[in-house]
């Protein structure tokens, strides 16, 4: 082959993979045999054979603006044909800009600042730090079941075994109770997970907080939805232990819930400082801590560096997403479809045993399989079936959860009501017998 030159066959793309990646990249594999994707557009993805897919997954929730977006596309092309690349030792107006326009999307009457990082789980841990930092304090209280990304901090988050590594994780790192009214240990019963917030910091702490990160919707958890009440009464318990509130927006920011810009403001509070990533640069490896001035100050004294943090393309790419959402009237958008979503995924709960739950809001639904109502044991074989037949009807979507049973759907903000129709077609076809 000429040097250079892309080879698209199956046996040369599954060959190299299997021979060139280390096992810690090869093994996210989600169907039985390999889906190579070659081109995408707006909601709509194409295999290497030309079959077209109703991509419900938007690359894990990074594609937010739709696939190949000409306005991403042009400013992104734009930069990195005059500059594609300039460390924040040196000043350059792009991240300026979008730093000033994250800032204007946040919560008025509070001075915010923002630390570009090349992706969520840097972002991570430079909140963890940030906090440990202005606090002066260690104990960190996170959920059973969130996910935050695989660095160190990250990973330390993370309350998912399957995403932990048997390594020496870090210290201070209090798992609680997850509010999930599905599956959690209480139930619905919002109070009882409050209360076990007292109790966590009473037995497993130093009584002095450093913080609370939290998903608003737990993402690769399952599309956990945070009850009502909840939040707001537990950042107060955090900051009457000298804490502060970091809210996770890598999955549920950008108007993808479709009431609110940001998760968080379902919950009447304003966090000290939010993380975002995925959907912020519609896939451009870009991330981003947006904190409060004071907070942020804490760190002014030592060097924090990330090497791609503030790259000018994706920060056009990222300015770009901004306009797009407000052009294209994307939040709106992600409410009237996700009602519409919601309703076939309502039809087939009604229609279908082998549906335990429907969860979410706007374009972060999910259903949950069950074997059996009652005893909710989760159908993780039947799942990985359903899952299958999914893509064989030309749907992508996410198998979830700790047991794999969760089929979870975050597309595009673009997607329209007319691939709704679409979408109920295939996945009736998929449940066809369960
Ligand atoms: C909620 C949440 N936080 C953080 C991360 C980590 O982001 P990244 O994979 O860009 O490091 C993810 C990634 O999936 C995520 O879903």
């Known amino acids: 082959m000429e040097a250079g030159a892309i080879d698209w066959s199956t046996e040369g793309i599954v060959g190299r993979r299997e021979k060139y990646y280390a096992a810690s990249q090869r093994a996210f594999m989600p169907y039985r045999t390999p889906l190579i994707f070659s081109r995408g557009k707006g909601q709509y993805l194409w295999d290497e054979r030309g ?15 739709g696939h190949a977006h000409p306005e991403v596309t042009r400013a992104a092309e734009e930069q990195i044909r005059a500059l594609q690349h300039c460390t924040t030792m040196f000043y350059h107006p792009v991240p300026a800009h979008f730093a000033e326009e994250l800032a204007a999307r946040m919560p008025k009457g509070h001075d915010w600042v923002v630390h570009f990082t090349s992706g969520g789980a840097e972002a991570i841990d430079l909140a963890l730090i940030m906090a440990q930092t202005f606090t002066g304090n260690i104990d ?18 993370t309350g998912i075994s399957g995403f932990r590594h048997n390594v020496p994780l870090l210290g201070g790192i209090h798992h609680i109770a997850n509010p999930d009214p599905y599956r959690g240990i209480f139930g619905d019963d919002t109070g009882a997970y409050l209360a076990e917030i007292d109790r ?32 707001k009464s537990a950042a107060q318990k955090v900051r009457d232990r000298g804490g502060i509130c970091i809210v996770d927006e890598v999955q549920s920011g950008f108007g993808r819930t479709g009431d609110n810009f940001w998760g968080f403001e379902a919950h009447d509070i304003i966090p000290e400082i ?6 912020i640069g519609n896939g451009f490896p870009l991330g981003a801590v947006v904190a409060k001035r004071d907070v942020a100050e804490s760190l002014a004294k030592k060097f924090f560096f990330n090497t791609y943090g503030a790259n000018p393309v994706s920060c056009a790419a990222g300015r770009a997403v901004l306009r797009v959402i407000d052009q294209e009237g994307l939040q709106a958008n992600s409410l009237k479809v996700g009602k519409r979503m919601k309703a076939v995924l309502e039809r087939l709960h009604q229609k279908h045993e082998i549906v335990g739950d429907v969860r979410g809001h706007g374009l972060m639904l999910a259903i949950e399989l069950v074997t059996d109502r009652m005893s909710k044991t989760p159908a993780t074989e039947e799942t990985a079936e359903i899952f299958e037949r999914t893509r064989e009807h030309g749907l992508v979507v996410s198998k979830s959860g700790t047991d794999r049973n969760i089929l979870r759907m975050v597309p595009p903000m673009c997607i329209q009501e007319s691939d709704v129709d679409r979408m109920e077609d295939a996945l009736e076809r998929s449940f066809a017998g369960y």
């Open 140 to 157: 960190m209280l996170a959920l059973r079941n969130a996910y935050h990304g695989a660095t160190f901090g990250a990973q330390s988050l």
């Open 51 to 65: 079959q077209q897919y109703l991509d419900l997954l938007g690359m894990n929730v990074c594609v937010s603006v």
């Open 200 to 231: 966590t910091i009473r037995y497993a702490t130093s009584g002095k907080l450093a913080g609370f990160i939290v998903e608003p919707i737990q993402g690769y958890g399952g599309i956990i939805e945070l009850p009502a009440g909840y939040l």
């Open 274 to 279: 939010v993380v975002m990533a995925k959907g």
